[in-house]
């Protein structure tokens, strides 16, 4: 079967078209998780009847905007993402004890709301922007390590892939606006992947999950 100029130009652009809209539905669900955070912390933290009420309506209105995040990945070709649990949030302070977790994440505003709910359940954190000061973080003997799958110029795949190189079965847990690659390294084969934007209980379950 002979392949035209013309189809291997549309193909192309097919492509194009998805890595960006794959490009923009990671960087807006950084900003949908920075938001919820936010929301479910005044939600959680008001006794203020009418203070829950309009934080949880906000949370219902990010819904929406995960259902429009899933048509800019239609538009790209490219299938929706897995559904977000609304599950209720967990009691504060539940950590058994107070473990520490490294936080590798490029977007500032996510470090900020992980740290906020990750230090109102209860864990002491240590935060890196970059892989190479995720590497350094090492020394502070951190529990467990989130990972953003998404880092600037860097895959977050190799950072955790360093990490275990230095801290052999250190849990890891790879959080992502979007791209949910999977690496050929078996040591990550049982990785937990955090859809953003995630929900406080989703996020405790998932990081209590890990250090068990």
Do not use: W
């Given at each position: 079967?002979?392949?035209?100029?013309?189809?291997t130009a549309s193909t192309e652009?097919?492509?194009?078209?998805?890595?960006?809209?794959?490009?923009?539905?990671?960087?807006?669900?950084?900003?949908?998780?920075?938001?919820?955070?936010?929301?479910?912390?005044?939600?959680?933290?008001?006794?203020?009847?009418?203070?829950?009420?309009?934080?949880?309506?906000?949370?219902?209105?990010?819904?929406?905007?995960?259902?429009?995040?899933?048509?800019?990945?239609?538009?790209?070709?490219?299938?929706?993402?897995?559904?977000?649990?609304?599950?209720?949030?967990?009691?504060?302070?539940?950590?058994?004890?107070?473990?520490?977790?490294?936080?590798?994440?490029?977007?500032?505003?996510?470090?900020?709301?992980?740290?906020?709910?990750?230090?109102?359940?209860?864990?002491?954190?240590?935060?890196?922007?970059?892989g190479a000061t995720g590497l350094?973080?090492?020394?502070?003997?951190?529990?467990?390590?989130?990972?953003?799958?998404?880092l600037a110029g860097q895959s977050?795949?190799?950072?955790?892939?360093?990490?275990?190189?230095?801290?052999?079965?250190?849990?890891?847990?790879?959080?992502?606006?979007?791209?949910?690659?999977?690496?050929?390294?078996?040591?990550?084969?049982?990785?937990?992947?955090?859809?953003?934007?995630?929900?406080?209980?989703?996020?405790?379950?998932?990081?209590?999950?890990?250090?068990?």
């Amino acid at each position: 079967m002979t392949i035209k100029p013309e189809d291997t130009a549309s193909t192309e652009q097919d492509q194009a078209i998805g890595q960006r809209a794959a490009g923009l539905a990671h960087d807006f669900n950084n900003l949908l998780l920075a938001m919820t955070a936010c929301l479910e912390l005044i939600r959680n933290r008001s006794s203020e009847a009418r203070i829950v009420d309009i934080a949880g309506h906000g949370l219902d209105t990010i819904g929406r905007g995960t259902a429009l995040v899933d048509r800019v990945l239609a538009l790209g070709g490219i299938g929706p993402q897995a559904a977000q649990s609304d599950d209720p949030a967990p009691t504060l302070s539940s950590a058994p004890r107070q473990q520490t977790i490294l936080i590798i994440d490029d977007d500032v505003d996510v470090r900020l709301v992980l740290v906020e709910l990750l230090q109102s359940l209860g864990y002491r954190l240590i935060e890196a922007a970059d892989g190479a000061t995720g590497l350094a973080g090492l020394q502070q003997q951190p529990d467990l390590a989130i990972v953003d799958c998404e880092l600037a110029g860097q895959s977050g795949i190799d950072v955790a892939i360093q990490l275990l190189d230095r801290r052999p079965g250190l849990p890891i847990i790879f959080a992502t606006g979007y791209s949910e690659a999977r690496s050929s390294d078996p040591r990550l084969s049982a990785a937990p992947f955090l859809r953003k934007p995630f929900r406080i209980a989703e996020l405790a379950r998932t990081v209590s999950a890990a250090l068990a």
